[in-house]
């Protein structure tokens, strides 16, 4: 039974990375590019306020609002670890018409939980398991450049969830 809500707000927090890539261009008929960027992982610090949600017992209730430090800040830390990502994508130019298709791997599989701690609260503590798989994305497109300037563009993507059914809840 779900017995609190939290709201949460946290500093805003950069981390340090990287992104490298390179890009061959045989005029306009060609392009073949690939890009990567290196993982990040980023510490989040903040606040969180438990909001009490009714369970219609009454007795419960007041137990449940006896034990948990409800309508008040609560010092929170969190940790995320963002993938690395590999791209690799070609244009070709026929006319008035390019076609495009590119391929990105995401490393998630690195990515296994996401912990909220409240150092002055640590039975508060929490931790949820993700388990996230690498991924693979595959996306095409067309592009019709009209004389008159103006572009006609579609395209198609393919793309998988990192996340497993066993780990799928409300958390995400």
């Not at 009454?58 to 449940?64: N, T």
């Not at 929170?76 to 018409?97: E, K, N």
């Not at 008159?148 to 198609?156: F, K, M, V």
């Amino acid at each position: 039974t779900d017995v609190a809500a939290m709201s949460m707000e946290t500093d805003t927090t950069s981390s340090i990375g990287w992104q490298a890539g390179i890009l061959y261009r045989a005029g306009d008929a060609l392009a073949v590019g690939l890009t990567h960027r290196s993982a990040m992982s980023i510490d989040f610090n903040g606040a969180g306020r438990l909001t009490q949600i009714a369970t219609g017992n009454a007795q419960l209730d007041q137990l449940i609002t006896a034990t948990f430090p409800f309508n008040q800040d609560l010092a929170l830390s969190s940790h995320f670890d963002f993938p690395a990502q590999t791209t690799a994508g070609v244009a070709a130019g026929a006319g008035p018409f390019l076609f495009e298709v590119d391929v990105t791997r995401a490393s998630w599989k690195d990515t296994n939980s996401v912990p909220f701690l409240f150092p002055n609260d640590s039975q508060l503590n929490v931790t949820y398991p993700l388990a996230l798989e690498d991924t693979t994305s595959y996306r095409a497109g067309v592009r019709y450049k009209f004389a008159t300037g103006p572009q006609l563009r579609a395209g198609y993507a393919i793309e998988k969830s990192p996340q497993p059914d066993q780990t799928a809840g409300p958390f995400l």
